[in-house]
C-alpha cells in the first residue's frame, strides 16, 4: 500500500514520524480485517489544522465547525468489498486531535493513530450512523488498535 503524506498546516510532527504511525495503523486495520494491505492500493492524508478542516466539514459536511478527522473516499465501497485502486484522504486536524488527547488523558500518537485507523475504516466503506454499524466499526478499531498495544479508545 503507498501512503502519500501532506502536512499543510499545525504543529505535526515531521513526515518520518507521521509516516510511522499511519503505515502501522494502516497494517492494523488489515490485520483487523484478516487481510494483508493491498499491494498498489493509494492512500491520502492530509495532516492540517483546524481552520482548514472547518472549511471543509462546512463544505462538505454542512456542518461549520473543525472536527479531527475527515474522509473523503474515491470510490464508494461497502464493507467487504474489494479494496479499490485508489482508496481516497483522510484529513485530520492539529488542534483538535492534541485537544481530545489532552482532554481524553491519551498519548498524542495513540489517539492520532485511533483517528488513522477510524478514517480508513470509513474509506473501507465502515460507518457509525447507526447502533449495530457503530459496533462493528468500534470493534474493528478496537481490534487494530489492541494489535498496536493501544489501549480501548471508547473505555
Known amino acids: 500500500m503507498q501512503i502519500d503524506i501532506a502536512i499543510e498546516a499545525g504543529g505535526w510532527a515531521g513526515e518520518a514520524a507521521l509516516r510511522a504511525v499511519a503505515e502501522r495503523a494502516a497494517a492494523a486495520v488489515f490485520a483487523a480485517l484478516g487481510q494483508d494491505a493491498p499491494e498498489g ?81 470509513h474509506l473501507l466503506g465502515y460507518d457509525h450512523e447507526d447502533e449495530e454499524d457503530a459496533a462493528i466499526m468500534e470493534g474493528l478499531e478496537r481490534a487494530a488498535l489492541a494489535r498496536l498495544a493501544i489501549p480501548d479508545p471508547y473505555r
Open 41 to 121: 492500493t493509494e492512500l491520502s492524508l492530509l495532516f492540517t489544522d483546524d481552520a482548514h478542516v472547518r472549511v471543509l466539514n462546512r463544505d462538505w459536511r454542512g456542518k461549520d465547525k473543525p472536527t479531527n478527522v475527515l474522509s473523503f473516499p474515491a470510490f464508494e465501497v461497502a464493507p467487504g468489498d474489494p479494496v479499490p485502486p485508489m482508496l481516497g484522504d483522510v484529513v485530520l486536524a492539529f488542534e483538535t486531535v492534541g485537544a481530545e488527547a489532552t482532554l481524553e488523558e491519551k498519548p498524542f500518537d495513540h489517539h492520532l493513530t485511533h483517528l488513522i485507523v477510524h478514517g480508513l475504516l
